[in-house]
C-alpha cells in the first residue's frame, strides 16, 4: 500500500450503533459456543473436542492392539494441531473418556489414575497413558476411504475431520451433556445392543412408533448400575418429545445378623453422584438429626462399592427406611433428558428416539455410499493398471524394446498398444524384477475377481434395499462385538408403596394427654388422664383443646388463616408444667389463631369459613411436611376459618353466629384438595358459628351445662338444601352456638 493509501486514525474507526454491535458479536460468540463447544452432532454423538482427541490418537497410531503412549503426547498433538484451547480442559476431556463409571462405553484406554467416583481428580498427564478402545476404532472406521468430509485446522497446516464414520450409535449409546447459551443438552447412556435391535427395526420399519422402539430401548443404562424406577408411561412420553427425566436410586442388600439384626448393604449409586459427597451429606445429616431411623453409616468400598446403613431399630422394615432415604438423600437422583443435538446441517433442536435413531442410519447409509464409491474408483484404477500390466506380459519383448530405443518411450508405447497416460506411466514405473511375476493367469483372475466386485458394488449403489441390508449387515457385526458380556446394568423396577413413616416406629407408642391452651402453649402428659379434671396455666390462661393420643400419632391443628399443622405425638414437651408455645413448634403467623387440635381419628374432615363457604376434605390431604403448614381453606380480608369437624356420618348441621340451624345431607358438599369450597348457609349479618356432621337416624346431640348431652330426634323443622338460612334452634341451644 503506498504511503498516500494509509487511513488516518479517524478514518479507521467505524462508527456503529453500540446495541447493534454488541447484539452481533453476542450473537457470534453464541453460536460459536453452541456449535462448537455444548452440543454433539446427531450423527457421531461427539463434540469437536472428544472428535479431535480421537483423530489425533489415530494418527498416533494409539490402536486398541498397540501400546500406549504418554497423555501429555495426545493432549499437546491436539491443542498444537487442531484444538487451541488451553491443555487442562483437553485433558479433562480424556480423562472423561477414559473412566468407565462416567462412560457406558470408553471410547480411551486409560493407564495410570484416571480418577475415580468419589470425585478424586485424575493424575496429571505426565504420569498417565492412553490408547484408543474398540469402540473408538468403531467410530473411526473408514476415516481414510472418503467416508467423511475434512476441514482445514484452525492455522491451514492440515486437515480435520468434520464428523467420524460413526459405525457405533455413540449419542445414545454413551450420552452427551452441555450446557450453551440459551439452550443446554443432556442425554443418558443407553444399551447398545437395545439400540441396535431399534435400529434393525427402524430399517425396516422407517415409521416405527416410539411406543415400539421404547420395547426395543427399555429405558437409560448406566455405567453404574442402579434401579430406573420411572413409570412406563413418562419413559414413553420423555422418549416421544426427547425431553422429560428418568428416577433413578440406588441398589441395595439386607444382610442379615444373628439375633434379628440387620444392616443394609448399598452396592451401587446413582450416575454421577460422588460417592464421597453422598456419604459426607449423609453424615451431616445423621449427626443433625435428620436420619432418626438410623444409628451409623460406614463406607466400606474397595473395588466395588459398599455402604453399610445400620437402622437404629430392627423393627423398622429395610424398605421404609430406604425409600426414606431416597426422598431424602442422593441415593435417588432424577437425571434428566433433553435430546437437543446439532443436525447434519449444523442446526440445534430437540429430537425424539425415532429421529436420533433415523439420523445416524441416515449417516451410516452416506457413509456405506462414500466408501463404495471410493472403492469403485479404487478398482477402476487398479483394472486400468491390471490391463497395462497384462499388455506388458503378452508383449514383453517389444515393450523392453520401446523402452531401450525410443526417444519418447511413454507416447512410443501409448500409440504402439493404445494405452492410457496412467498405463503408460505404470509400465514405465515398474521394477525389472516385477517382470517375472507378471504371469497372465495371476493378473486375469485379479481382474476378474475385481470386476465382480466392481459389478457388486454398482448393484448396491443403485438398489436402496440393497444399502439397507449393508448397513443392517454392518450393525449386526458391530452387535456381535458387544454381545457377549454387554447386560444390561440398570435394571427396571418398581418403587414399592410404603403408607407409614419409619420415624413413626422408632417412637415407643405410649398414652398420652395433649393438652393445649387459649393462649398456645401446649404439653402432653403421660397417659389418658381424666379430660374434665382442673389443669395448670399460667395467668390469665386458659384449656382451649384437650384429648387423648398416643405417642406415634400425628396431631393436626386448624388456624384461622386456613392452614392445616402437623404435630408429631412423641415430639410435644412432657410433664406437668406449661408446656411450650405452639409457635415453637410451628411457623403460625402471629395474626394467626388456632381454632382446632384433635388428633384425626376419620378419613375426611369438614373445614368452614365464617362467610358459610366449606367443604369436604381427605384427612391425608390435611397433613404438612413443613413447619410452615398446608394450605387447605382458602380465606381472604375479614373472612377467617372458622370451624373443622370430622367426617363421621351422613348428615351436615351448620349454626351461625345469628343462632340459625340448618340441616343437610353430607353428599351435597364436595370432596375438595384446597380451594374456597361451596355455601353451607347463607346470612344477612353474622357468619358461620360451628359444624358438625353426625347420622340423621341417631338424631343430632349438644352439649348442655354441667356436662349433660341432649340430643333432638325430630330435625324436620331444620332439614333444607345446602346454602338455606335456617331456623332457630331449639330450646335450651347454647350460647354462644356450639356444639360442643
Known amino acids: ?39 454433539p452432532d446427531v450423527r457421531d454423538g461427539l463434540k469437536p473436542v472428544h472428535r479431535r482427541l480421537l483423530f489425533a490418537m489415530r494418527q498416533l497410531k494409539l490402536d486398541p492392539d498397540q501400546g500406549f503412549k504418554k497423555s501429555a503426547r495426545v493432549v499437546g498433538d491436539v491443542m498444537g494441531k487442531f484444538h487451541p484451547h488451553g491443555d ?52 473411526l472406521d473408514g476415516i481414510d476411504e472418503d467416508a467423511i468430509d475434512f476441514r482445514p485446522t484452525y492455522d491451514g497446516e492440515s486437515e480435520e475431520p468434520v464428523l467420524l464414520p460413526a459405525g457405533f450409535p455413540n449419542l445414545l449409546a454413551n450420552g452427551a451433556q452441555g450446557i450453551a447459551v440459551g439452550m443446554a443438552t443432556s442425554i443418558p447412556p443407553h444399551n447398545v445392543l437395545e439400540l441396535a435391535d431399534a435400529s434393525l427395526h427402524l430399517i425396516k420399519h422407517p415409521n416405527a412408533s416410539i411406543e415400539t422402539l421404547v420395547g426395543f430401548v427399555q429405558g437409560p443404562d448406566f455405567p453404574t448400575g442402579g434401579l430406573l424406577v420411572e413409570e412406563p408411561d413418562s419413559i414413553l412420553e420423555t422418549y416421544r418429545t426427547g425431553k422429560g427425566g428418568f428416577r433413578l436410586r440406588s441398589r441395595y442388600e439386607v444382610e442379615r445378623e444373628k439375633g434379628g439384626a440387620y444392616q443394609i448393604v448399598v452396592t451401587e449409586i446413582p450416575y454421577q453422584v460422588q460417592k464421597s459427597r453422598l456419604i459426607e451429606k449423609m453424615a451431616d445429616m445423621l449427626n443433625n438429626k435428620k436420619l432418626p431411623f438410623l444409628a451409623d453409616i460406614r463406607d466400606e468400598s474397595a473395588e ?30 432424577r437425571v434428566p433428558m433433553n435430546l437437543n443435538v446439532l443436525d447434519r446441517d449444523g442446526k440445534p433442536g430437540v429430537l425424539n428416539l425415532r429421529e436420533a435413531l433415523n439420523a445416524w442410519l441416515a449417516h451410516r447409509r452416506e457413509v456405506l455410499q462414500r466408501r463404495s464409491q471410493f472403492r469403485l474408483d479404487k478398482i477402476e484404477r487398479r483394472l486400468e493398471m491390471l490391463e497395462g500390466y497384462i499388455i506388458v506380459f503378452l508383449n514383453l519383448d517389444e515393450v523392453i524394446r520401446i523402452i531401450r530405443e525410443e526417444e519418447n518411450p511413454k507416447q512410443a508405447l501409448m500409440t504402439r498398444f493404445d494405452l492410457t497416460e496412467n498405463q503408460a506411466n505404470g509400465i514405465l514405473d515398474m521394477r525389472l524384477r516385477s517382470l517375472r511375476r507378471l504371469e497372465e493367469m495371476e493378473l486375469r483372475k485379479e481382474r476378474d475377481a475385481l470386476i465382480e466386485e466392481q459389478d457388486g458394488l454398482r448393484e448396491m449403489m443403485n438398489s436402496d434395499d440393497l444399502q439397507w441390508k449393508q448397513v443392517s449387515s454392518q450393525i449386526k457385526e458391530m452387535r456381535a462385538v458387544f454381545a457377549k458380556d454387554d447386560k444390561r446394568m440398570t435394571s427396571l423396577a418398581s418403587a414399592p408403596v410404603i403408607d407409614y413413616d419409619p420415624t413413626e416406629i422408632l417412637a415407643e407408642k405410649e398414652p398420652i394427654t395433649v393438652i393445649c391452651s387459649v393462649n398456645g402453649w401446649v404439653r402432653a ?127 351436615v348441621a351448620v349454626v351461625g353466629v345469628n343462632r340459625k340451624l340448618v340441616i343437610f345431607q353430607l353428599d351435597e358438599v364436595p370432596i375438595l384438595g384446597r380451594g374456597r369450597g361451596v355455601i353451607l348457609q347463607r346470612y344477612k349479618d353474622g357468619g358461620l358459628a360451628d359444624i ?3 347420622n340423621g337416624a341417631d338424631g343430632l346431640s349438644w352439649q348442655m351445662g354441667g356436662g349433660r348431652t341432649r340430643t333432638e330426634t325430630d330435625l324436620t323443622p331444620w332439614l333444607a338444601k345446602r346454602g338455606a338460612a335456617g331456623k332457630l334452634p331449639p330450646t335450651g341451644f347454647p350460647r354462644p352456638a356450639k356444639f360442643t
Open 1 to 39: 500500500m503506498a504511503n498516500d493509501d494509509i487511513l488516518e486514525p479517524d478514518q479507521q474507526i467505524i462508527k456503529a450503533d453500540f446495541s447493534s454491535a454488541l447484539s452481533e458479536r453476542y450473537l457470534a460468540y453464541a453460536l460459536s459456543t453452541i456449535t462448537s463447544r455444548s452440543l
Open 88 to 139: 487442562a480442559a483437553i485433558y479433562d476431556a480424556m480423562v472423561r473418556l477414559a473412566q468407565e463409571f462416567a462412560m457406558r462405553y470408553m471410547l480411551v484406554d486409560g493407564q495410570g489414575n484416571f480418577g475415580n467416583i468419589d470425585g478424586d481428580n485424575a493424575a496429571a498427564m505426565r504420569y498417565t497413558e492412553a490408547r484408543m478402545t474398540q469402540v473408538s476404532r468403531l467410530l
Open 304 to 333: 466395588d462399592i459398599r455402604i453399610i446403613l445400620e437402622p437404629k431399630s430392627r423393627r423398622v422394615d429395610a424398605e421404609a427406611i430406604m425409600e426414606s432415604l431416597f426422598k431424602l438423600t442422593d441415593l435417588e437422583v
Open 525 to 651: 402428659m403421660k397417659g389418658h388422664v381424666d379430660l374434665e379434671q382442673e389443669f395448670k396455666f399460667k395467668d390469665g390462661d386458659e384449656k382451649a383443646f384437650a384429648f387423648h393420643a398416643e405417642t406415634t400419632d400425628k396431631i393436626l391443628a386448624f388456624a384461622d388463616n386456613g392452614r392445616f399443622y402437623t404435630l408429631a405425638g412423641d415430639k410435644l414437651p412432657r410433664g406437668r408444667g406449661f408446656g411450650e408455645p405452639l409457635n415453637l413448634m410451628i411457623d403460625l403467623p402471629a395474626e394467626a389463631t388456632i381454632i382446632s387440635m384433635f388428633k384425626a381419628t376419620t378419613d375426611k374432615l369438614l373445614v368452614a369459613a365464617s362467610s358459610g363457604h366449606g367443604f369436604v376434605v381427605e384427612t391425608e390431604q390435611a397433613y404438612a411436611q413443613t413447619k410452615n403448614g398446608k394450605q387447605v381453606l382458602n380465606v381472604s380480608g375479614a373472612i377467617k376459618a372458622a370451624a373443622c369437624c370430622a367426617v363421621d356420618g351422613d348428615s
Open 692 to 694: 358438625k356432621v353426625f
